[in-house]
């Protein structure tokens, strides 16, 4: 029977204990599969799932609910790769975040924050100094997830990754065995996010939330530089802090967008 939203309320706190995390069997794949395709447009063919299962098998990883483990309810798949480090000038293996994704029935249960912690520790056997991944730069909520549970920093956008034009966040989180929590200083600062979309980018729209000053960037459905259309009654909400803001008011370039009054 599918959670009610009062009992994922009182999940939260006891999440973890609710939760089991398990490597992937090939008997899975079929549930992973339809978990990405109900979730995600980026979708893959069956012998990319059996590929992923036979090279990483210890860090491809399926999520249930203890009482009911034969749900799956989410999923996480990694590669490993090597290439220049987003710290510094070294060439070095990392840890390349394939796929993610929570069914979302069961979204803010710390799902997905249990997968990205266990699956981290489990790719250290391949000896992984940094990990990365790419984000569309409209998936606020995921992107909090990643900057705020699991310390990524935004490195660069990379332009039109996505099929459908959206750019992505390149993400990075250095692995540090002696202070996992050291920040670093290499990241992209809001600035450049905000000089990047002036200069390069008029499909999408950049901004500070008003109320808690986070960076959000959304996809503009429509291609008139610069404006949003004055009868779209959509309302965006900030994966920060929630605020209710209207896209009517929000001007490119300029960030003033007004709260609507709740
Ligand atoms: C992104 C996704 C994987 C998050 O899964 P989840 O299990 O709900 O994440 P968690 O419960 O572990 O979230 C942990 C924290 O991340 C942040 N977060 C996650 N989703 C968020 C959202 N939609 N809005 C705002 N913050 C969010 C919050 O800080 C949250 O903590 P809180 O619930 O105490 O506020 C899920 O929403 C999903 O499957 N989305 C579609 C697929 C996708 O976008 N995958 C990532 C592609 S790169």
Known sequence: MPIQFKDKLKMRDITNHKL??????????QSVMDINEST?????????????????????????LKDQPSVRIGYIMWRIERGPSSF?????????????????????????????KESMKIIQKYNVSEYVLEVRVSNTG??????????FEKIRIIGHYYRDGEDAFYLSHKYDPFNQNAPHSVGMLDDE?????????????????PNCQHILVKGLSYSYPGSIHPNDPSIIKCAFCN?????????QGQFDMRILKK
């Open 243 to 251: 605020q209710d803001n209207s896209k009517f008011s929000i001007s």
């Open 142 to 151: 995921a992107v909090r997830l990643y900057e705020e549970v699991l310390q």
């Open 88 to 116: 510094g000038l070294d060439y070095v293996k990392k840890g390349h975040l394939v796929s993610l994704a929570v069914l979302p029935r069961y979204r803010r249960l710390g799902a997905a924050s249990l997968l990205l």
């Open 193 to 209: 996010i905000f000089q990047y979309y002036y200069k390069h980018n008029q499909g999408h729209l950049c901004y500070k939330c």
């Open 40 to 64: 995600l447009p980026e979708n893959y063919p069956l012998f990319f799932y059996e590929q992923i299962l036979e090279r990483y098998p210890d860090s491809f990883l399926i999520v249930s």
């Open 20 to 29: 089991s995390c398990q490597p992937c069997q090939s008997s899975d794949i």
